[in-house]
């Protein structure tokens, strides 16, 4: 506990200069909130998007998709949880791309690209191998493209293009159909809308981008059993995040809460995602930041911002 306090003293008194340097985008540039499981359980909690949003931007936002089919003259995107529409979810148009055209909009105008992307959508749980929901998800994105951070397509994925700037930079994961819909269906010299995860074994390219790690890589005995934070505990962060943004990576951590029971049980949190106390959570956020890890993502939204900006 002695060790656990010194740690938590001196990360309180490091002023994070990845923090500081909002002007850019790029890996190890900035350390950002990601809003975790970012949409309503079965029509509870559909504040949470308004929640995440009161937290300032730039910001990022977690959201699963599910394909409804429900109605099967009229199938539709829909944020959700588990695999399977009810006909009730929410749709991602409405959900997100509608909720923050306001925004978005008052950026474009504004054209202060300092912050942008000032929205990452994270949609890296696509919870459907149909490839009429691919295709329907692309069509929806490209509605919004003028919003979109896009890079066009090189005739070599190696060859990593540098973003066009907007407001919105969207995620994803990487399986058969998302390469098939969202790279190989590009033209060369045409654009690309949506980046995927990439193998920390090798180096980003230009459809690859970010990479997605359970916190247990770094603490492999699991959030609910974590004891104090060690300085071989720092190592494995530090190497982690060294080696991404280094391969030219963003990289991101999930999922990093600190709650009472309770807590979990009013918010629809899952259990699993809880070092059990705020003070441990507060620490284990404060050494991502330190770390220079570009996404943090959590269930408490305001409580882990607030430490990401060094408040």
Known sequence: MRYYNLALAALLMFESAVWGQTGSYLPGQRVLLDAHNCYPYDGKWMDR?????ECGLPLGIEMDLIWDTTNPESPRVVVG????????EPTLRDYFFEK???????ALREK???QWPLLTLNINDLRTSKPEFYAALWSLVREYESWICTAPKTADMAQAAPLDLKPVLILTSDGVQQR??????VAVGSKLLMFAVGNPDQKADNFHRWLNYSWKDVEPEGLNNAGDWSAEDADRLKALVQSAHERGYWIRFYTLNGH???DAASHGWLPIYNFGSLEAVTLRWMAARYAGADFVA??????CVRTLKGK
């Open 180 to 185: 098939k819909t969202f790279y190989e269906s």
């Open 260 to 262: 009472v029971e309770l």
């Open 100 to 106: 923050v055209r306001p925004l978005v909009e008052k």
């Open 49 to 53: 998007v308004d929640r995440a949003l």
């Open 81 to 88: 949880h588990g695999g399977r529409a009810r006909g009730t």
């Open 112 to 114: 202060n690209t300092a």
């Open 298 to 303: 959590s269930d408490q939204y305001a409580e």
